[in-house]
Antibody, heavy 122, light 106 residues
Framework: QVQLQESGPGLVKTSETLSLTCTVS??????????WGWIRQPPGKGLDWIGS???????FYNPSLKSRVAMSVEKSKNQFSLKMNSVTAADTAVYYC??????????????WGQGTLVIVSS | SYELTQPPSMSVSPGQTASIPCSGN??????TSWYQQKPGQSPVLVIY???KRPSGIPERFSGSKSGNAATLTISGTQAMDEAEYFC?????????FGGGTKLTVL
């Protein structure tokens, strides 16, 4: 069964770049059946989609974050990554990676990684 | 801007039925998914494509939609169902989540 695991620094300085990696096991990021997504959750708040990427590199980003976000796929390592620049305290959140099934009329995320808390502080 | 609206909280007695609503202007044309999140845990998909249930999800969880309103129904609610529930849909070029409904079983 597919499992996802986020990794990266738990503390990022204000104005710097947040970098996270999601390692996929039990499945392949090169699968043509799925996209791979990043979702975050500020402490005590709801879920906020960051973006999704296909193995070809085709990506969709949340319009509110698009100018600061870049995603990539590393097929040889079975990983996909997130970079978010110019971070502020508002970017403090638990960051989740998830596999995403995508059809014409909609999409959904399953399974999810365990999440990693990223704190942005000066 | 397009949003998915959920009530912040609901309560239900054990054994009763909980119906959690989610509304959005374009929901009628798009699939709705639902996630359960317990404190300190990752979200878990409980309903996709409006009414389909992933393997391993109990039959007491069901989904429905009428027009631009989707509903997650939990029949015979158990104490273990106490959690926050989020609806989710795709709109144009954006994935949207509802604000979440905290379900209390008491």
């Amino acid at each position: 069964q597919v499992q996802l695991q986020e990794s990266g620094p738990g503390l990022v300085k204000t104005s710097e770049t947040l970098s996270l990696t999601c390692t996929v096991s039990g499945g392949s990021v090169s699968s043509s059946d799925f996209y791979w997504g990043w979702i975050r959750q500020p402490p005590g708040k709801g879920l906020d989609w960051i973006g999704s990427i296909y193995f070809t590199g085709r990506a969709f980003y949340n319009p509110s974050l698009k100018s600061r976000v870049a995603m990539s796929v590393e097929k040889s390592k079975n990983q996909f990554s997130l970079k978010m620049n110019s971070v502020t305290a508002a970017d403090t959140a638990v960051y989740y990676c998830a596999r995403q099934q995508w059809l014409e009329r909609g999409n959904w995320f399953a399974p999810w990684g365990q999440g990693t808390l990223v704190i942005v502080s000066s | 801007s397009y949003e998915l609206t959920q009530p912040p909280s609901m309560s239900v007695s054990p054994g009763q039925t909980a119906s959690i609503p989610c509304s959005g202007n374009e929901l009628g044309d798009k699939f709705t998914s639902w996630y359960q999140q317990k404190p300190g845990q990752s979200p878990v998909l409980v309903i996709y494509q409006d009414y389909k249930r992933p393997s391993g999800i109990p039959e007491r969880f069901s989904g429905s939609k009428s027009g631009n309103a989707a509903t997650l129904t939990i029949s015979g609610t158990q104490a273990m169902d106490e959690a926050e529930y989020f609806c989710q849909a795709w709109a144009s070029t954006t994935v949207l989540f509802g604000g979440g409904t905290k379900l209390t079983v008491l």
